[in-house]
């Protein structure tokens, strides 16, 4: 059972779920929930805070992004030693965390079709569950082996075009960009080693579990997200370097 | 007059439907008809997915019946060997409750494509509602894809409206 101190609070202005975060934050910060625990199930953080799952998958997404939380699949969620460090507000340009810049690819389409969100899509895109997403599937080959299988997922009110668009030839961020006036913003990066499942490792011509690198991007046009991308890369084929800068 | 009425006035909107690629999972698509429908209250008719290939193109729609009818255990399905009664039921809802758990279950990890209603009938814009009526009785049928020059899918057409307006059309001769 959960003991509840604190709730949310419908008459702030601040977001259901961002009040959520800050309470589960404050009892793994007091220690109340030690590392290594498994938090309460999504039905009784909902009946505990009197919110719905929704708001529930959105704060604790945000805390695993933070660091404080790892959710195990078939298991539950548990309290993780946090090894992102904060206070450390930095800059820096998209194409260096691209980490294609700079290298001639080729590409092939796999899919530019439209698909509903399932698992967790729709919280890491930040929609509604029954929102059209336009899927972008592609596998890009350096010198003539695949490297990189690239993953879009764009709402698909964000750019209905994009649909039509030569996907092969053209980047989505100057598709975004040049032609259709959406300007990006920001991008947060999720950079990880996993395991390739068996259709990435047929793809990328792995033996199956294979370690890869798996980044994930989430890009920004002001408040609004407009794509998040999941790309699965060869590690043998990319060196990761960033430069960074002090925020003014 | 209803005679001449075109599809093109009566169609709806291809994003008023869920989309899925055909690999989604049963599992999955119950899941979105959920989202979509069951959780909002909202019962359009009919109450259908659209199921595209990687290259948007529309494959077939997947129905409440389609699913049911993927998700049955193979026993239960008549063979023509077999055949039994249509009326013959006995033994059903006792045959029903422990495969559900467990055949039923593993039926719902197979892919759309296996269960989906084909689309192997289409109309054009300009085709008058008649030809599209005449499609959906013939072939059970509630919706049908309103296709340009053959490939273009430009949206859908129901049943409902086309009933709504020959039935008004009926009426008022």
């Known amino acids: ?248 | 007059m209803a005679g001449t009425k075109t599809v093109k006035d009566l169609m709806v909107g291809v994003f008023d439907f869920p989309h899925i690629p055909y690999w989604f999972t049963i599992r999955q698509a119950i899941g979105i008809i959920r989202v979509s429908f069951l959780s909002t209250k909202k019962y359009p008719q009919p109450m259908a997915i659209l199921v595209f290939d990687e290259k948007y193109n529309l494959l077939g729609t997947l129905g409440l019946k389609d699913i049911l009818r993927g998700l049955e255990p193979r026993f239960l399905r008549p063979t023509t060997k077999a055949q039994v009664h249509a009326e013959d039921e006995s033994g059903l809802s006792v045959l029903w409750d422990t495969p559900f758990d467990t055949e039923s279950k593993k039926n719902a990890e197979r892919p759309v494509s296996e269960v989906m209603t084909s689309t192997k009938f289409f109309v054009k814009p300009e085709d008058p509602i008649t030809k599209a009526a005449y499609l959906m009785v013939h072939n059970d049928l509630a919706l049908l894809p309103v296709l340009e020059d053959k490939k273009k899918f430009v949206g859908l057409i129901r049943m409902i409206e086309i009933f709504d307006e020959l039935s008004t059309a009926i009426l008022a001769e």
């Open chain 1, 1 to 248: 059972m959960i003991k509840q101190e604190r709730s949310v609070n419908r008459d702030k202005p601040q977001k259901l779920y961002i009040q959520l975060l800050d309470i589960i934050r404050e009892r793994i910060e007091a220690g109340e929930w030690p590392v290594g625990s498994q938090i309460p199930i999504e039905e009784e953080l909902c009946r505990v805070y009197g919110v719905s799952k929704a708001t529930v998958r959105f704060a604790v997404l945000e805390l695993v992004r933070k660091g404080y939380l790892k959710r195990q699949q078939g298991k539950g969620t548990f309290v993780c030693k946090r090894v992102i460090p904060e206070g450390l507000t930095m800059s820096s340009s998209f194409k260096e965390l691209m980490l294609e810049h700079g290298i001639a690819y080729t590409t092939i389409l796999l899919a530019q079709t439209v698909l509903m969100p399932i698992d967790d899509l729709d919280v890491k895109l930040e929609i509604p569950e029954n929102t059209h997403v336009i899927y972008i599937k592609r596998l890009r080959s350096v010198e003539g082996e695949p490297a990189v299988i690239q993953e879009s997922f764009i709402p698909h009110h964000i750019c209905p075009s994009l649909l039509k668009e030569d996907v092969v030839e053209n980047s989505l961020f100057e598709l975004f960009e040049n032609k259709y006036d959406i300007t990006i913003t920001g991008v947060r990066d999720f950079i990880e080693v996993a395991y390739s499942s068996a259709g990435e490792s047929k793809l990328l011509g792995l033996p199956k579990d294979s370690p890869v690198l798996l980044l994930e991007q989430h890009f920004y046009s002001g408040e609004s997200q407009i794509m998040y991308m999941r790309s699965v890369k060869r590690p043998e084929r990319f060196r990761l370097s960033i430069d960074f800068k002090k925020k003014e």
